[in-house]
């Protein structure tokens, strides 16, 4: 198993993934964790509501007890000046963890990470870790995202996601270790910055940082360490000249990281701490009406993407992710926009390592309170301060068609909030742009986003064809009959996405686009017609030269909403190239004439070298991608050669692949 915090890693560490003792409290009657009757086993980190965990019951419940008892391997005990450290991704809602039976922690927020250090509850080698997660399902003010607050999903919300939903892990530390990282990259000064927290700071303690990139050290620094606070600028050799530049910086066609080693030893040369980390020359910026990537304007192509799974819901395993990251840039995609999740690091890892841009997003709540106010800009904070470091992440989503904050255009404190969750992410990461409100009702923001479902492909050119029309439907146009701007923020001179669009179910007959069978924004009966109208939609949009990129709704069906390009076990509705060539639009090959089906360059392809395996580039682990349901299969044995770094087969077959269902 990868370790879970993909840019702070270790190698002391054990994942405590696996069968817990549980039991669900629905009523919320046990307090003391001595008085719990365990009388189920689940398995961690899949929520109970999953068929994953082994319990599958999506039933109402205030609080799921767990219980962890192992015995701690020797190589894992704290010596006299290390330390143990208990971590979780994500429990929601509200955990508390008792070690050993003495109380150690309490966290609110169901999506960030939390962490404690667990040395002073140690008894020997015996370990038990008890957690109360705390959730009203019916809460309205907390985030939430997609869960659903009924007993069955309907419409777009889904099936409610409780407990442990996160891997959770022990690590040793020494006294003396790193406790966050953030880089920061300067691509006009050719610069990349450091900010690392340092805990328990010894005296003359020095800090020694290697920056490489393959084989070649670029920095290597040493320097005293004078508080809990260790910043650095490093200047990075450079070239000069675009074709050279190239070569060092990060983008989807070429996502090129520097790996990082960071080691705190003492005054006389004594290893306290050592981590492993990477980072990348890339910046994004605004210029005008154009989103621009290492100070060049860049066309986003991005996929709605919610990032479920039918047997596990809002998790999933390393490869599962990666596999998807791959089906997103098959389909002719350089970006993603995750929405209403924050989505596990590991994905976010994936992204950097295969070149893929993120929207990340906040998941909302629904009802406007001062609650709200508290929860949502906590957990917010927490999250970009998870996430600020990757590469991948290019724009911050903190409010979506004001889920939240539904009386925008009546209350002026709802007003005031979305003003205040843009500052305050602008103040945590002034690198990124900020979405004020994605879709509609926008009074900030360093894009302007409009989400429209309008199927008629001359519509959507009438409306967003031209600068003049953009101009008009700012002003008059109401999509889903909201206004897309307010409070003054007129949109004029930002970049314009269409961020939300789409939609196309595909259901076989009439009869089957019932509530049963599921809905789209459009049905289409076949692939053959998804696909033909799929590429109307996306020849409008890349004519409509004003839209600085689009994001189509959406990668996966998920539950009731069929409209994905991909069924939920991950197989297309038409042919994958077919597909990826409307995507890329007419422009694609404008300025990089050898993509290839990843979208990746040619001199990427070339520099890559051994330190990236060519698996990490296949599809098809557990699923044929490169066919979809009805298309015949082509002959096994000698026949027409794959697409380069391709294969038709799974890891470890080693005769004819049969097709089988993504686990």
């Known amino acids: 198993m990868e370790y879970p915090r993909p840019q702070l890693r270790r190698a002391a560490w054990r994942s405590l993934d696996g069968p817990w003792q549980a039991m669900l409290d629905d009523a919320a009657a046990y307090a003391d964790p001595a008085e719990v009757p365990y009388d189920r086993t689940i398995n961690v980190p899949y929520p109970p509501e999953a068929r994953a965990s082994g319990v599958h019951d999506r039933g109402f419940r205030r609080r799921v007890w767990y219980r962890r008892q192992f015995l701690l391997d020797p190589s894992m005990a704290p010596g006299p000046d290390e330390r ?3 971590h979780f991704g994500a429990v929601n809602y509200n955990a508390r963890v008792w070690v050993n ?5 309490e966290h609110r927020g169901g999506h960030s990470p939390f962490s404690v250090d667990i040395t002073r509850h140690l ?7 008890v957690v109360q997660a705390e959730d009203d399902p019916q809460d309205m003010h907390k985030a939430r995202g997609k869960m659903d607050w009924e007993a069955e999903p309907h419409k777009i919300w889904y099936p409610r996601t ?16 790193v406790t966050q990282l953030r880089w920061i990259a300067d691509v006009a000064a050719w610069q990349i910055r450091l900010d690392a927290d340092v805990a328990h700071v010894p005296a003359g303690g020095v800090a020694n940082v290697r920056l490489k990139m393959g084989d070649r050290l670029l920095v290597d620094d040493r320097c005293l360490l004078t508080g809990p606070r260790l910043s650095r600028i490093f200047q990075l050799p450079d070239p000069g000249i675009d074709d050279a530049r190239g070569q060092w910086m990060w983008s989807p066609e070429h996502p090129q990281l520097i790996d990082a080693e960071i080691e705190i030893r003492t005054a006389d040369g004594n290893l306290l701490d050592a981590v492993q980390s990477y980072t990348a020359l890339r910046t994004v910026s605004v210029e005008g009406e154009r989103f621009v990537l290492n100070s060049r304007p860049y066309y986003l192509r991005m996929v709605l993407d919610q990032g479920y799974w039918p047997d596990s819901l809002m998790v999933a395993s390393s490869d599962q992710l990666r596999h998807d990251v791959l089906l997103i840039k098959r389909l002719g995609f350089n970006g993603a926009r995750k929405h209403q999740k924050s989505e596990d690091p590991r994905w976010l890892y994936w992204c950097d390592v295969l070149g893929l841009c993120v929207w990340a997003e906040m998941p909302s709540a629904y009802g406007f309170s001062s609650t709200t106010v508290h929860t949502v800009m906590e957990e917010w904070k927490e999250l970009v301060e998870r996430d600020v470091s990757h590469p991948c992440v290019v724009a911050w989503v903190p409010t979506n068609e004001s889920w939240g904050v539904p009386e925008l255009m009546n209350d002026r404190r709802q007003v005031d909030f979305v003003r205040a969750l843009y500052h305050m992410t602008r103040a945590l990461d002034g690198t990124r742009p900020v979405v004020g409100n994605d879709g509609w009702e926008a009074p900030c923001g360093d894009f302007v986003c409009v989400h429209d479902y309008e199927q008629d492909p001359e519509v959507l050119i009438e409306r967003y064809g031209t600068r003049e029309r953009v101009a008009y439907t700012l002003e008059h146009v109401q999509p889903d009959r909201r206004r897309i701007v307010i409070d003054g923020f007129s949109g004029q001179g930002k970049p314009l996405f269409l961020s939300e669009f789409g939609g196309i179910a595909c259901l076989p007959t009439p009869a089957a686009a019932g509530s049963d069978a599921g809905w789209g924004y459009s049905t289409a009966k076949d692939g053959k017609e998804l696909l033909a109208r799929y590429q109307e939609l996306m020849t409008a949009l890349h004519r409509c030269r004003p839209l600085s990129g689009f994001c189509y709704t959406q990668l996966t069906d998920t539950f009731l909403e069929k409209n994905g390009l991909l069924t939920e076990d991950r197989v297309p509705k038409a042919p994958i190239e077919a597909l990826a060539a409307a995507t890329r639009g007419p422009d694609a090959l404008r300025y990089n004439w050898h993509l290839d089906p990843l979208g990746h360059d040619e001199r990427w392809r070339t520099r890559r070298g051994p330190d990236f395996p060519i698996e990490w580039t296949r599809v098809g682990e557990t699923a044929e991608v490169l066919a979809y349901p009805g298309e015949r299969q082509p002959p096994q044995g000698p026949g027409p050669a794959n697409p380069p770094g391709f ?17």
């Open 647 to 663: 294969e038709r087969r799974g890891r470890g077959a080693t005769g004819p692949r049969a097709r089988k269902k993504v686990a």
């Open 101 to 105: 039976g003495r109380f150690a922690i």
């Open 84 to 86: 143990l450290m208990l």
């Open 123 to 129: 008894d020997g080698s015996s370990l038990e870790v």
């Open 162 to 177: 409780s407990g442990i939903w996160r891997t959770v892990w022990i690590e040793k530390v020494a006294r003396v270790h």
